[in-house]
T-cell receptor, first 113, second 113 residues
Framework: DAGVTQSPTHLIKTRGQQVTLRCSPK?????VSWYQQALGQGPQFIFQ???????QRGNFPDRFSGHQFPNYSSELNVNALLLGDSALYLC????????????FGPGTRLTVT | AQSVTQLGSHVSVSEGALVLLRCNYS??????LFWYVQYPNQGLQLLLK??????LVKGINGFEAEFKKSETSFHLTKPSAHMSDAAEYFC???????????FGAGTTVTVRA
């Protein structure tokens, strides 16, 4: 049973650039949530996707956007990168009617220089 | 809004000793509560969850947690620490709609030989 997968593992970008991170959910799951984990902190909720729509959003600017595809995989896009966007980005998948039970991927480490 | 507070950012225990990690929650409605573990450079792994069934919850790797409504607590324990328990532990809370998890700041556990 394949778990949640994310790509790439690591990424280095320059301020002002744009980045796209990818996530494939656990087999059978239809809901994807994204979290940002800054160094030394707990993860912070960015947004959640179900049926290809953004269902809920945390306190993040519009520079952060996402997409969900018909196969339930998802992308996180960040525009106009800031140094403060450097973090571990975690994808979590779940079933929509049990979306409190989230399974996390290994994360993408983004470094902005 | 839900939130959790983890008491103690770092806990050091001897191998074979009791592990006790403290978590207090704030919620206006009965919450769902979770403990996750994160090993270096990895994502989050679910240790255990409370979803209003038994108040004493058993998880993986010998961990357990007790939901105490009167104390708004959900402390994590393990009777005998093993070297492999060295990691960062996060307490998280979700409302019944379950669209997002709110995490504490984390507690780093080190195990002394």
């Amino acid at each position: 049973d394949a778990g949640v997968t994310q790509s790439p593992t690591h990424l280095i970008k320059t301020r002002g650039q744009q980045v796209t991170l990818r996530c494939s959910p656990k087999s059978g799951h239809d809901t994807v949530s994204w979290y940002q984990q800054a160094l030394g902190q707990g993860p912070q909720f960015i947004f959640q996707y179900y049926e290809e729509e953004e269902r809920q959003r945390g306190n993040f600017p519009d520079r952060f956007s996402g997409h969900q595809f018909p196969n339930y995989s998802s992308e996180l896009n960040v525009n106009a990168l800031l140094l403060g966007d450097s973090a571990l980005y975690l994808c979590a998948s779940s079933l929509w009617d049990r979306s409190y039970e989230q399974y996390f991927g290994p994360g993408t480490r983004l470094t902005v220089t | 809004a839900q939130s959790v507070t983890q008491l103690g950012s770092h806990v050091s225990v001897s191998e074979g000793a009791l592990v006790l990690l403290r978590c207090n929650y704030s919620s206006s409605v009965p919450p769902y509560l979770f403990w996750y573990v994160q090993y270096p450079n990895q994502g989050l792994q679910l240790l255990l969850k409370y979803t209003s069934a038994a108040t004493l919850v058993k998880g993986i790797n010998g961990f357990e947690a007790e939901f105490k409504k009167s104390e708004t607590s959900f402390h994590l324990t393990k009777p005998s620490a093993h070297m492999s328990d060295a990691a960062e532990y996060f307490c998280a809370v979700s409302d019944r709609e379950g669209y997002k998890l709110s995490f504490g700041a984390g507690t780093t556990v080190t195990v002394r030989a």
